[in-house]
């Protein structure tokens, strides 16, 4: 079990094996939904469109600016579609 303090700024280090185990790092964003049970749930939000670029099909489509994927993935995310 991991446990950490919250500061009274609101603040909270997690703990290392948590950072690991979740692949997060400085920076990165994350996405914390409060179930109606009041289960809080945590999702790394560390996907770029540059991590995935080359994964999509070579099919020629119309083109998207990385911030358009970036703010797509983010949404994806947050909806929990991915």
């Keep these: 079990m991991s446990v950490a303090r919250m500061t ?6 997690i703990p290392a094996d948590v950072r690991k185990r979740l692949n997060i790092r400085s920076g990165d964003d994350l996405d914390f939904r409060v179930e109606p049970n009041g289960t809080v749930i ?3 939000i560390t996907r770029r469109a540059q991590d995935v670029f080359g994964m999509l099909s070579k099919d020629r489509q119309p083109a998207v600016s990385i911030e358009d994927m970036h703010t797509g993935l983010q949404n994806a ?3 929990g579609k991915i």
């Design 8 to 13: 009274s700024k609101g603040q909270v280090t």
């Design 42 to 44: 945590i999702l790394p």
């Design 77 to 79: 995310f947050r909806s």
